[in-house]
C-alpha cells in the first residue's frame, strides 16, 4: 500500500493561490457579537466562510432543495453546532463543506477558506485539501473504516496522501501518537489490528485519529455518537474535545440532540426545512429561544436531570417535503403562532437582540421579542389524563408480569467440520423485575446488556432455561399446550423499534390491524368495528386504512404499530425502544400517546430504551441492566436521584444534559474502556473491571468484587434493590 | 495458513470421494450398456454379450458392490478408470480430450475474466454514463444470443474474410492441420485455429463477469468506508482502487473458482461447431453410448475441478479479507 501512495503525488494545495482574504459583511459583523458562551465572543479572522449557500438534487420526485441559504463562519477553536431534525439539510451542509456530496448536487453560493473559493472545484482540486485542511468524521463507525486494511495503514494513508516522502519510521510514531491520543490503550500493538477487531466506539476513535492526522483547520463532525451508547458517548465528546484542542481546528458539530451541543458548542445554528431559522451563543439559545420551531424543540425533550412533572409539548405534524416545500414559512403549518399572513412570504433571519448577534426568522419575531414570550406561552403545555385507577396503591395493584432470576445462554460455537460447543455466551443472567398493573417499568442497559433478549424471552412464552416467568398469574413453565400459549399471546403484545421494517410494505393498514385478530378467529364486522375503533385510539383518521404503510410518516406508522399492538386488548405491551428511531419532535406525540393509552386502557408497559431521559419521563420503576444482570431495581425517580450502583451512577452522569450551564457546571464519570464480551466467564462482580468505586476500595474489599458474585438486594437507606457489594451512600446526587 | 489449505483439502478430498462413488452408482443405475449389444442386428451371441460386458467390468449381472470394489482398486492402485462398452481405454480417450479441452479453453477464461472485470469496473465508474449503456446493451445482446448463433456468425465472418483475403487465414474447424516439426509454424498454425473458438467463448464468458462485477463494485463504491477515504484526500478515483475495487472482487473470485468445470464440460455448442473433439461433446457422446465409466471419469474430473475451485476461491477471499480466519 505504502508504494502506491508515493507514485500518487498529489497536486499542490488550492489554498496557495488565496491571499486570507476576509468577506466582511453584516453576517460576520454579527457572528462577532456573539459571546454568552463558554470561550466569549469570536477573535480574529474566520478561518471558514459560508454564504448563501444552496444545494439542490435532481430526484424522480422533482428538484430537492435540502439547503436553501446557509451563512456562516468558522473560527479555528470554536465549535459550531448545527441543529436540526432529518430532512433540516444540515448533513447536506457539513458534506458541501468538505466537498463529497454526490454528482448530481447541484451546489451554489460561496464557501471559501483562506480567501479561496471552494464551491466548483474539482474533485482532484478539493482533494487536496480533505484530510489537510478539512476533515470529517461521520456518524457510523461502523462501516466508515475499509474492512480489508489496519488501523495502522488507513491511518497512514492519511499521512501518505498529504505528505508522500514521509519518512516509515515518522509515519509510524505519529499514528502511534495519535492512537494514544484518541485513549486507545497499547497504540503500538493495535496499529496491526483490523477494524472488525475494534468495538464501536473504539472505531469512532481512530476516525478521530484519521481526522486530526494532518491537523486540520475544520473538523465536520456529523452525528459523531449518535450511533453509540451513552458512556461510549460521552467518552467520544471528550475525545473530540481534546482533539480540538491538540490541532485548534474549528469544530462543526452536527446533531440531533440537543443536549449534545448543549456541552460542546459554542455557537448553534438552526436549521429547519434547509434553512437556518435561528442562530445565537449557545446560552441565548438555551435561554431565550426566539423562533417557534427552536421553543418547541427545546420544549419537546425530555430533561434527563428533572423530575417529569408535566407533560411533553409535541410539535403537531410532521416536517415538509423538501421538493415541495410549501410557501412562506415552511414551519407556518405546525406553528401555534401562525396566521394566514405566515404563509405568505419566507422571513429572513432577523435580529432579536442585535448586542449579542441573536438572529431568528419569523414574521412574529418583533412581538415574541416584545412580549417575551416562552415555550409554555407558545406550545401550551396539554393536560394529562388522570387516570382514575391511580388512587390505588400500587401493592395493591396485581402483577402482570413477574420475572424472576431469569437466564439464557446460548451456545458458543467451534470452527472446524463438527461445530463443537465451546463456550457460552451469558446473554441474560440473572434478570428480576416485576410490572404491576397500569405501571411502566423501564429497563436501561448499553447494547449488549441483553434487554432485547429479555423481552424475546418474555414473548417466547416458553420455559426459560432457568428462572420463573410469570404473565397475569400464570407460570409459563406449567403452560401446557399451544391454545394456552395462544390465549396468553392476547394479552401480551410488542412494538419493535423500527416502524420501517416492521410493518409489511405491501399490507394495507387495514390488513396490519385486522391480522392479529384474525389469528384470535374474531369475526368480519367485529375486525371492521374494531380496526377503526383502534385508528382511532391511536389518533389516526379511520379513513386511511386502505393506505399503505409508505404512504404515513415514521411517527405515524408507529401509531399504528402501537394501534396493531393493541389490538386484542393485551394487558402487558413490551416496547423495544419504540420511539428511538423517530425525530424529537415526533417522539414527544408518541410519548404523550402511550401516556394517554396507559391512563385510558390500564396497560401495564415493559419499556425498553437506552435514551435515559424518555425513561425518566415516562417510567414509574427502571431496571438497570448491565452484561445480562440487573444490577439496580426501584422507583424511577429515586434511581435518578440517588443511584445506588456505580453503574447506574456512571450512566445517568453521561447522559448529556440540555441546559449549557448545567453542562458546563457538571463532573462526568467516564467508564474506562468497553463493555466485556458477555461470553467471558465472571466470577465476580460483571462490573468489576470498569468499576470507578472499585479502586477506592481495600484490598480485602476488591478480592470480594472479583470473586463473589453480587446478587440483588435492599437496605434501610432507601427502597432501591442493587447488585453491589460496597453500595453507594443515598446522598450521592447524580446531577 | 498451509494448516488452514491441507485441512481444507482434506475435506474436500472426502467430498469428492463420496461424490463420484455417489456418481458411480447412478450411472450404473440408469445406464444399460447391455441393449448396446443387445439391440445390434445380428445380434451377437449371449456368451460374446456376457463377455464382453465383464471385461469392461459394467455387465448388470454382477452384484455393483462387486463391480464397484474392483472398478474402484483399479482405479486407487493403476489410475485406471475402465473400458468402454466397446473395450477402449477411458484413459486414452479421456486424456486426449482434456488437453483439448484445455486449450480451448484455457486462452478465453482468461480472457473472459480478464476483459470482463476490467469492463465492469469501468463501468462501475461511469455509471449511467454514455459508456455504461453501450457496454451494457452489448452485454445484454450477447447474454441473449444463443451460443451456437454466435459461433456460427464468427464463422461466416472469418470465411468471409478469407474469401475477400484470398487465402486462408482463420481456420474454422479443429486445433491443428499442420504436421511438421518447425514449433514457429505449428504455434502459428494453432493460433490461425484457436482465434476463432477463443472470440466466441469469451464474449459469451465475459458478459457475466462484466455485470456482476459492475453490480458488486457499484455497492462498494458507495459504501462509508470510500467516502472516508476520499474525507482523507484521495480523490474519487484513488478512493474506489485503493478502497471499494478489493472488496469487490472477492465474489468475482469466487464466481470464477466455481466456473472452472463448467468451462471444461460446458463448451459443448461450440466444440461441435468448430468441430473440437473437447470433454463437452465426449460428455455427451459417453452419455449416449451408455459408456458408465467414462462418464464418471467425466465427472470426477469436473467434481476435482470444482472441489480445486473452491480452494482457490476460500485462498483467495482469505487473502483479500482479513475477517476471513485462516485457522
Redesign the interface.
Known amino acids: 500500500?505504502m508504494n502506491?501512495h508515493k507514485k500518487?503525488k498529489?497536486m499542490d494545495s488550492i489554498l496557495t493561490e488565496g491571499n486570507g482574504e476576509i468577506i466582511h459583511d453584516d453576517i460576520l459583523a454579527n457572528e462577532l457579537r456573539e459571546a454568552h458562551g463558554p470561550k466569549g465572543a469570536p477573535q480574529g479572522d474566520p478561518i471558514m466562510q459560508v454564504r448563501d449557500l444552496h444545494v439542490s438534487f435532481a430526484t424522480e420526485a422533482g428538484v430537492c432543495r435540502a439547503v436553501r441559504g446557509v451563512n456562516f463562519d468558522l473560527w479555528r477553536g470554536r465549535t459550531l453546532g448545527i441543529v436540526g431534525e432529518s430532512g433540516s439539510g444540515k448533513s447536506v451542509t457539513a458534506l458541501s463543506l468538505?466537498g463529497?456530496l454526490d454528482d448530481n448536487a447541484k451546489v451554489e453560493g460561496s464557501i471559501r477558506m483562506n480567501g479561496v473559493e471552494l464551491i466548483g472545484r474539482s474533485?482532484?482540486e478539493m482533494?487536496?485539501?480533505?484530510?489537510?485542511n478539512i476533515?470529517?468524521v461521520?456518524q457510523?463507525p461502523l462501516?466508515?473504516?475499509?474492512?480489508?486494511?489496519?488501523i495502522g495503514d488507513q491511518i497512514a494513508?492519511?499521512l501518505l496522501?498529504?505528505h508522500p516522502d514521509m519518512p516509515k519510521d515518522k509515519v509510524h510514531d505519529r499514528c502511534v501518537e495519535l492512537l494514544g491520543l484518541v485513549g486507545i490503550p497499547q497504540p503500538e500493538e493495535r496499529l496491526k489490528s483490523?477494524p472488525?477487531e475494534f468495538s464501536g466506539g473504539m472505531r469512532q476513535r481512530v476516525?478521530i485519529a484519521?481526522?486530526i492526522?494532518n491537523e486540520p483547520d475544520v473538523i465536520i463532525a456529523d452525528e459523531p455518537t449518535t450511533a453509540l451508547d451513552v458512556t461510549i458517548q460521552a467518552q467520544i465528546l471528550e475525545v473530540l474535545a481534546k482533539a480540538q484542542k491538540e490541532t485548534g481546528a474549528a469544530v462543526v458539530l452536527i446533531t440531533h440532540d440537543l443536549g449534545v451541543v448543549a456541552g460542546a458548542a459554542d455557537d448553534i445554528l438552526v436549521m429547519y426545512a434547509g434553512r437556518p431559522v435561528e442562530r445565537a451563543s449557545i446560552d441565548d439559545l438555551f435561554e431565550k429561544p426566539s423562533m417557534p420551531y427552536t421553543m418547541g424543540l427545546l420544549g419537546a425533550v425530555p430533561k434527563p436531570h428533572v423530575a417529569a412533572n408535566q407533560r411533553l409539548v409535541p410539535i403537531q405534524g410532521n416536517p415538509p417535503s423538501l421538493v415541495d416545500i410549501p410557501s412562506g414559512c415552511p414551519f407556518s403549518p405546525r406553528c401555534p403562532l401562525a396566521t394566514p399572513e405566515c404563509s405568505l412570504e419566507e422571513p429572513n433571519l432577523e435580529p432579536v437582540d442585535d448586542s449579542q448577534g441573536h438572529l431568528a426568522s419569523c414574521r412574529r419575531l418583533k412581538e415574541i421579542v416584545d412580549k417575551d414570550l416562552k415555550y409554555t406561552d407558545v406550545f401550551p403545555i396539554p393536560d394529562a389524563v388522570r387516570p382514575q385507577w391511580a388512587e390505588m396503591p400500587r401493592d395493591q395493584r396485581p402483577v402482570t408480569l413477574d420475572v424472576e432470576h431469569l437466564v439464557k445462554h446460548f451456545p458458543l460455537k467451534g470452527?472446524g467440520?463438527f461445530r463443537r460447543t465451546v463456550g457460552k455466551v451469558a446473554a441474560v443472567d440473572d434478570v428480576t423485575f416485576s410490572i404491576r398493573q397500569g405501571e411502566t417499568l423501564a429497563l436501561v442497559g448499553e447494547s449488549g446488556s441483553g434487554k432485547s433478549t429479555t423481552l424475546m424471552e418474555i414473548m417466547n412464552l416458553m420455559k426459560p432455561e432457568a428462572g420463573r416467568i410469570t404473565v397475569l398469574g400464570h407460570d409459563l413453565a406449567e403452560i401446557k399446550n399451544r391454545a394456552e400459549r395462544k390465549e396468553l399471546r392476547k394479552d401480551l403484545q410488542i412494538i419493535f423499534q423500527d416502524p420501517m421494517s416492521s410493518l409489511d410494505p405491501r399490507m394495507p393498514i387495514y390488513d396490519v390491524l385486522a391480522e392479529p385478530l384474525r389469528a384470535q378467529h374474531w369475526n368480519k364486522d367485529d375486525i371492521n368495528h374494531r380496526v377503526g375503533e383502534l385508528m382511532e385510539l391511536v389518533g389516526l383518521n379511520p379513513d386511511y386504512v386502505d393506505r399503505f404503510p409508505s404512504q404515513f410518516s415514521g411517527g405515524q406508522r408507529q401509531r399504528i404499530s402501537i394501534a396493531r399492538a393493541l389490538a386484542t386488548d393485551p394487558k402487558v405491551l413490551l416496547l423495544d425502544e419504540p420511539i428511538a428511531s423517530l425525530d424529537v419532535s415526533i417522539q414527544a406525540g408518541v410519548i404523550n400517546l402511550l401516556e394517554d393509552l396507559q391512563a385510558k386502557l390500564k396497560i401495564s408497559y415493559l419499556f425498553v430504551a437506552h435514551d435515559l431521559a424518555v425513561i425518566r419521563h415516562i417510567s414509574d420503576r427502571v431496571a438497570v441492566m448491565y452484561l445480562g444482570q440487573v444490577v439496580e431495581l426501584g422507583e424511577t425517580q429515586e434511581v435518578f436521584t440517588h443511584p445506588r450502583h456505580p453503574y447506574t451512577k456512571a450512566l445517568l452522569s453521561a447522559i448529556p444534559v440540555p441546559d449549557p450551564k448545567i453542562e458546563r457546571t457538571r463532573s462526568r464519570i467516564i467508564l474506562s474502556g468497553d463493555m466485556p464480551s458477555p461470553a467471558e466467564n465472571f466470577a465476580g462482580c460483571r462490573f468489576a473491571s470498569r468499576c470507578p468505586i472499585k479502586p477506592t476500595l481495600s484490598e480485602e474489599q476488591r478480592k470480594m468484587c472479583e470473586s463473589k458474585r453480587p446478587v440483588l438486594t435492599g437496605d434501610e437507606l432507601n427502597d432501591t434493590q442493587f447488585a453491589c457489594h460496597f453500595p453507594l451512600d443515598v446522598d450521592e446526587a447524580a446531577f | 495458513m498451509l494448516k488452514f489449505i491441507a485441512k481444507r483439502a482434506a475435506n474436500y478430498v472426502v467430498m469428492l470421494y463420496v461424490a463420484i462413488s455417489f456418481t458411480y452408482f447412478m450411472a450404473s443405475a440408469f445406464m444399460t450398456p447391455r441393449s448396446n449389444y443387445e439391440s445390434r442386428t445380428p445380434r451377437p451371441p449371449q456368451a460374446s454379450i456376457e463377455r464382453t460386458l465383464d471385461l469392461a467390468n459394467i455387465n448388470d449381472h454382477t452384484s455393483v458392490f462387486v463391480r464397484y470394489w474392483h472398478w474402484l482398486t483399479n482405479i486407487v492402485t493403476k489410475w485406471d478408470w475402465g473400458l468402454s462398452p466397446s473395450l477402449e481405454s477411458v484413459n486414452k480417450a479421456l486424456a486426449p480430450r482434456i488437453l483439448a479441452s484445455t486449450e480451448l479453453v484455457t486462452l478465453s477464461t482468461v480472457l473472459s475474466i480478464v476483459l470482463g472485470v476490467a469492463l465492469g469496473i469501468y463501468t462501475a465508474q461511469r455509471q449511467y454514463h454514455w459508456q455504461d449503456r453501450l457496454f451494457s446493451t452489448l452485454a445484454t445482446f450477447f447474454l441473449v444470443i444463443p451460443s451456437a448463433v454466435l459461433a456460427l456468425m464468427i464463422v461466416l465472418i472469418a470465411i468471409t474474410v478469407n474469401d475477400a483475403a484470398g487465402f486462408r487465414i482463420f481456420y474454422v474447424t479443429g486445433l491443428s492441420s499442420y504436421s511438421g516439426d518447425n514449433l514457429l509454424l505449428r504455434f502459428g498454425d494453432f493460433l490461425q485455429h484457436i482465434i476463432l473458438p477463443t472470440i466466441s467463448l469469451t464474449l459469451l464468458g465475459m458478459v457475466s463477469y462484466h455485470l456482476t462485477q459492475r453490480t458488486y463494485l457499484l455497492d462498494e463504491m458507495h459504501a462509508d468506508y470510500v467516502r472516508t477515504a476520499r474525507s482523507k484526500g484521495l480523490t474519487r478515483k484513488q478512493a474506489i482502487r485503493r478502497h471499494a475495487l478489493r472488496a469487490s472482487l472477492i465474489p468475482t473470485g469466487v464466481n470464477v473458482a466455481f466456473s472452472i468445470a463448467s468451462v471444461f464440460t460446458g463448451a459443448v455448442i461450440t466444440e461441435s461447431i468448430f468441430a473440437i473433439n473437447g470433454l463437452g461433446r465426449y460428455f455427451i457422446t459417453a452419455i449416449n453410448n451408455n459408456d458408465i465409466n467414462a462418464s464418471v471419469a467425466i465427472a470426477a474430473f469436473g467434481g476435482a475441478c470444482t472441489l480445486v475451485g473452491a480452494l482457490l476461491a476460500d485462498i483467495f477471499s482469505a487473502w483479500l479479507d482479513p475477517r476471513i480466519k485462516m485457522s
Open positions: 500500500m502506491a500518487n498529489q468538505i463529497l474533485d482532484e482533494s487536496t485539501i480533505r484530510g489537510e476533515a470529517m461521520f457510523d462501516s466508515a473504516l475499509t474492512p480489508m486494511f489496519t494513508e492519511s496522501t498529504h483490523f472488525h476516525m484519521i481526522a492526522a470452527g467440520m
